[in-house]
């Protein structure tokens, strides 16, 4: 617990925390609604693509706050209006973006596990293959040789399926969980413009 509050206070120092629910905020700098989306698609906002620097933000400040603690994203918006539609426009684009990239994940996940479980099935083949076959080829250099390229063609397949389950999935699942919190986080927008005519 000592630790958590340790975090806790290391955190408050780097983002704002909402004084009700206690959610540490993830503030974006925004100067118009369109620059959250990728200016290259051409789609509608909820189905188009995020802006790359923007994505690669809400990574890095997601992967930097422990998902012990809630988020919240907030826009902080400097040359716009507040237009609710275009709010639950923009709302509903990042859910829309969130969850595609969590079932491509998911795909991928999935994808790894079935390659993983081949990898196994083929080196326990060989290594079958390699282990029946040593004490018939005692003294013929050739098919020993033979032999020890499919022993070691074995291990290989198994290192592949461990070096996939382990650490390919592994990173997959960061990233899977990552896009799941983003995806129920709250957004929410601020607007400097309305700041600056209320003085």
């Known amino acids: 617990m000592k630790r958590d509050r340790r975090d806790a206070k290391t955190l408050e120092r780097l983002y704002e925390r909402d004084k009700e629910t206690g959610a540490f ?3 974006i700098a925004l100067d118009k609604y369109p620059d959250v989306f990728n200016e290259l698609d051409s789609a509608p906002w909820r189905r188009r693509d995020l802006d790359y620097d923007l994505r690669v933000f809400l990574e890095e400040s997601s992967s930097d706050i422990p ?3 809630d988020i919240l994203l907030q826009f902080n918006v400097f040359q716009e209006k507040q237009d609710v539609e275009k709010e639950d426009r923009i709302k509903a684009g990042l859910k829309t ?3 595609f990239v969590r079932s491509s994940l998911q795909r991928e996940i999935r994808s790894s596990y079935q390659k993983s479980a081949v990898y196994v ?3 326990l083949m060989l290594l079958f293959t390699s282990y029946t076959l040593q004490a018939q080829v005692m003294g013929n250099l050739v098919f020993a040789t033979l032999v020890d390229a499919i022993s070691i063609g ?3 397949f ?3 399926a461990i070096s996939t389950f382990a650490f390919t999935n592994r990173n997959k699942q960061e990233q899977y969980q990552q896009y799941k919190r983003l995806s129920i986080a709250p957004v929410r927008f601020y607007y400097y413009t309305n700041q600056s005519n209320a003085s």
């Open 25 to 27: 905020i993830i503030g």
């Open 67 to 69: 998902r012990q603690y």
């Open 97 to 99: 973006y969130f969850t």
């Open 121 to 123: 099935l083929a080196s």
């Open 154 to 156: 074995g291990w290989v």
């Open 158 to 160: 198994l290192w592949e």
